[in-house]
């Protein structure tokens, strides 16, 4: 909404600056106008150079903060209120085998149900650990280890106030 009325504004302004001049010097009004249009120039520049970044952020909004990736593959992590990450099932099946979504609520009742946006079957970082534990695939190892360092421990660091490390 800014964009469009600074847009509006720049455009407005240049073209009641032409119209001034033009209705008082006639056609080399215009002329005369060109170094009152240039010093205004550089705000319009910096509107039209804005743009990109305004298009993304735009576009990204729905994911801003809390897109997560595991190497190359999106993960759909839904962080609460008491910073429990809950992983959608169907990303973890991506990396590892796991059971049905049913029995994985019989394993882990508490750690395991439908949630988050959209709502969809998501287990806990600390739940998923506990299944995937009897594994010994190197990959599975490592994204347990993703989970706790990249995503868990950031999210409880927020919600205690720390400041978490680049």
């Not at 002329?31 to 319009?44: D, E, G, H, N, T």
């Not at 992983?87 to 988050?116: F, N, Q, S």
């Not at 998923?128 to 347990?144: R, W, Y």
Request: charged share 25%; with cysteine; proline share 5%.
């Amino acid at each position: 909404m800014k964009l469009a009325i600074n847009i509006a504004f720049g455009v407005a302004v240049c073209a009641a600056v032409l119209y001034a001049f033009w209705h008082w010097f006639g056609v080399f009004g215009l002329v005369y106008a060109m170094p009152v249009l240039a010093i205004l120039a550089r705000s319009i520049v910096e509107i039209v150079t804005g743009f990109p970044r305004f298009a993304q952020r735009l576009a990204l909004r729905k994911v801003a903060g809390r897109y997560y990736e595991f190497r190359g593959r999106a993960m759909d992590i839904h962080i609460d209120a008491d910073a429990r990450c809950w992983v959608a099932t169907a990303d973890a099946r991506k990396v590892a085998a796991l059971p049905a979504d049913l029995v994985l609520k019989r394993m882990a009742p508490l750690e395991c149900g439908e949630l988050g946006d959209p709502v969809q079957w998501r287990m806990t970082t600390q739940g998923l650990a506990q299944v995937l534990a009897k594994s010994s695939d190197p990959d599975v190892t490592k994204f347990c280890r993703w989970l706790e360092v990249d995503v868990a421990r950031p999210a409880r660091n927020r919600r205690d106030g720390r400041k978490v490390p680049a």
